[in-house]
């Protein structure tokens, strides 16, 4: 997808980055990932989304469930691309609301991860209620698979991935195999 625009222009691809996660809870490589964002009235979209009744939206939800997959594909590769991207969302469905002073609780669930392409499912919970369900399709792949000029970039790219990764508490949700063991309900989640 991006070699296509990386050959057409190869110096403007700039990615908008935000993180919509707190932390990563559990992580288990090929497998598993569970995240948590703690939802707080400073997030600056909720001033608009909406005055009178500030609710997370649900495209950034979706987004959150697409970083942790995000970040389960990466772990799984050893962060061998530097551009994991969201090629399809299915069957998203929204079941409550997310306010400030809730808790986000995503875990996804690898149907498969390949060389450039992985599936997973995925659910955000607020407690035990349902927020948020989909199917993704995600994509991965170097800038520089499409323009070999841009190998510095890719570089650049992974090694502040390696460090949002650390700042979210990758390498400690891998180190602790308690944390590691299959999520019922949201006992694992409040860790």
């Not at 990615?15 to 809870?25: G, K, S």
């Not at 989304?49 to 990466?74: D, I, R, T």
């Not at 991965?140 to 990764?165: C, K, S």
């Not at 650390?166 to 019922?184: C, E, F, K, M, W």
Request: proline content about 4%; aromatic content about 6%.
């Amino acid at each position: 997808m991006y070699g296509a625009v990386t050959r057409l222009h190869p110096v403007s691809v700039t990615l908008m980055r935000f993180l919509l996660l707190d932390r990563i809870v559990t992580l288990d490589p090929g497998r598993r990932i569970v995240t948590r964002k703690a939802l707080t009235g400073a997030e600056e979209y909720l001033a608009d989304h909406f005055p009178s009744f500030p609710v997370m939206p649900g495209v950034l939800m979706l987004e959150a469930m697409v970083q942790s997959a995000g970040w389960l594909v990466h772990a799984t590769h050893d962060f061998r691309h530097s551009l994991v991207l969201l090629h399809e969302a299915k069957n998203v469905t929204y079941r409550s609301f997310v306010a400030p002073g809730d808790v986000l609780d995503l875990e996804v669930t690898a149907r498969s991860i390949d060389a450039g392409r992985s599936t997973f499912t995925g659910v955000g919970r607020c407690g035990d209620e349902d927020a948020v369900k989909a199917r993704l399709t995600l994509i991965h792949e170097n800038l520089a698979d499409g323009d070999t000029r841009l190998t510095d970039r890719d570089a650049r790219m992974i090694a502040r991935n390696r460090e949002q990764f650390a700042q979210l508490g990758g390498p400690a949700a891998l180190g602790d195999p308690q944390r590691n063991q299959t999520v019922s309900g949201n006992e694992a989640l409040s860790a």
